[in-house]
T-cell receptor, first 112, second 114 residues
Framework: GEDVEQSLFLSVREGDSSVINCTYT??????LYWYKQEPGAGLQLLTY?????DMKQDQRLTVLLNKKDKHLSLRIADTQTGDSAIYFC????????????FGKGTHLIIQP | DTGVSQDPRHKITKRGQNVTFRCDPI?????LYWYRQTLGQGPEFLTY????????KSRLLSDRFSAERPKGSFSTLEIQRTEQGDSAMYLC????????????FGPGTRLTVL
């Protein structure tokens, strides 16, 4: 079955860039997504990338996809205290199954 | 347009009781999903509807769980004979089934089974 792996914690200084990494196993993944979850809240869609793309940029967010290595990353430029949250990587597999498969999430901790 | 809403936000129940949760999707979204999230985990897919048809069920959806979307708008998720292991956040999401099928999540219903 499919699996999505993420590091559990990342600590960065305010103003630095954060890079959150994710690996997945399903080679038929069509779309990959990044969601943000703040304490006690639902998930906020940040961005997504189609599997035939290498990179997507959206303001402070840059998504990189290495399909050969099944590796996805989310870079947040100029990290602010408001970026402190749990970030989830998710994949949508091909073949008609439309439920997303999520990683366990990466806690992003911002140091002043 | 408002986002996805869920009701109630919190539910405390005793083991063995039945509970029902409601989800109102973003208007005109034809797909509606239910997920379960436990502490320290990512959301796990339970089931989804396209309009009123339930098209996929996860093996996590035991016989005690039932979901409906009778008119293709709001949906309900019922858990019968609740168990302590059912304690979790139940998340609903909706999407419009084109291209990336981006799913927008509601705030969730936190269920505590005593």
């Amino acid at each position: 079955g499919e699996d999505v792996e993420q590091s559990l914690f990342l600590s960065v200084r305010e103003g630095d860039s954060s890079v959150i990494n994710c690996t997945y196993t399903d080679s038929s993944s069509t779309y990959l997504y990044w969601y943000k979850q703040e304490p006690g809240a639902g998930l906020q869609l940040l961005t997504y990338i189609f599997s035939n793309m290498d990179m997507k940029q959206d303001q402070r967010l840059t998504v990189l996809l290495n399909k050969k290595d099944k590796h996805l990353s989310l870079r947040i430029a100029d990290t602010q205290t408001g970026d402190s949250a749990i970030y989830f990587c998710a994949e949508r597999e091909g073949g008609g199954a439309d439920g997303l498969t999520f990683g366990k999430g990466t806690h992003l901790i911002i140091q002043p | 347009d408002t986002g996805v809403s869920q009701d109630p936000r919190h539910k405390i129940t005793k083991r063995g009781q039945n509970v029902t949760f409601r989800c109102d999707p973003i208007s005109e979204h034809n797909r509606l999903y239910w997920y379960r999230q436990t502490l320290g985990q990512g959301p796990e897919f339970l089931t989804y509807f396209q309009n009123e048809a339930q098209l996929e069920k996860s093996r996590l959806l035991s016989d005690r769980f039932s979901a409906e979307r009778p008119k293709g708008s709001f949906s309900t998720l019922e858990i019968q004979r609740t168990e302590q292991g059912d304690s979790a956040m139940y998340l609903c999401a909706s999407s419009w089934s084109i291209e990336a099928d981006t799913q927008y999540f509601g705030p969730g219903t936190r269920l505590t089974v005593l």
